[in-house]
T-cell receptor, first 109, second 114 residues
Framework: GQNIDQPTEMTATEGAIVQINCTYQ??????LFWYQQHAGEAPTFLSY??LDGLEEKGRFSSFLSRSKGYSYLLLKELQMKDSASYLC??????????WGAGTKLIIKP | DAMVIQNPRYQVTQFGKPVTLSCSQT?????MYWYQQKSSQAPKLLFH???????NEADTPDNFQSRRPNTSFCFLDIRSPGLGDAAMYLC?????????????FGPGTRLTVL
């Protein structure tokens, strides 16, 4: 079966760094997406990885290891506005997104 | 600005009373998706269109129907809403099926069933 696992909730301090992990098992693989979703709002695109390695985009970076079925999202210099859910989603062999349930990130002052 | 619009943002209906949710896009994208998302859960794909080709997920209940009269508009019809259908309904678009394109989401419609 297809499965995406990520922690349910994480807490971090403003200004700090946090890493949100995601492991996946899918039928085929055409890349992994990270989306940010604030409470009551739609998901917004953060990153896409299809090759192994780290993709950096400002304060956010995303890493992929295809051999391990593993990705992480790294958030640096955390700000209060980063409090949100972070959704990991894999694109399978049919180019359909398989979604994780999301990691709720709580930022404390 | 190019965008995905959903109306209404909040919809209240009574148990068993049909309801229609609408989505429009100015991105001129070929693919449109409808997702159901319940609190603290992953978005669940209900169906998607590639142009006018309709693709229904195997586990989408018959109670849910969809129409796409043209490229810009897509509708979700819930024929007889039950209490379990209360959720956020998300419309999304992407540029091309069969490719690793990001999906652009509308703001969602939160459905309450009384």
């Amino acid at each position: 079966g297809q499965n995406i696992d990520q922690p349910t909730e994480m807490t971090a301090t403003e200004g700090a760094i946090v890493q949100i992990n995601c492991t996946y098992q899918t039928s085929g693989f055409n890349g992994l997406f990270w989306y940010q979703q604030h409470a009551g709002e739609a998901p917004t695109f953060l990153s896409y990885n299809v090759l192994d390695g780290l993709e950096e985009k400002g304060r956010f970076s995303s890493f992929l290891s295809r051999s391990k079925g593993y990705s992480y999202l790294l958030l640096k210099e955390l700000q209060m506005k980063d409090s949100a859910s972070y959704l990991c989603a894999c694109m399978d062999s049919n180019y359909q997104l398989i979604w994780g349930a999301g990691t709720k990130l709580i930022i404390k002052p | 600005d190019a965008m995905v619009i959903q109306n209404p943002r909040y919809q209240v209906t009574q148990f068993g009373k049909p309801v229609t949710l609408s989505c429009s896009q100015t991105l001129n994208h070929n693919v449109m998706y409808w997702y159901q998302q319940k609190s603290s859960q992953a978005p669940k794909l209900l169906f998607h269109y590639y142009d006018k080709d309709f693709n229904n997920e195997a586990d989408t209940p018959d109670n849910f129907q969809s129409r796409r009269p043209n490229t810009s508009f897509c509708f979700l019809d819930i024929r007889s809403p039950g209490l379990g259908d209360a959720a956020m309904y998300l419309c999304a678009t992407s540029g091309l099926a069969g490719g690793p394109n990001e999906q652009f989401f509308g703001p969602g419609t939160r459905l309450t069933v009384l």
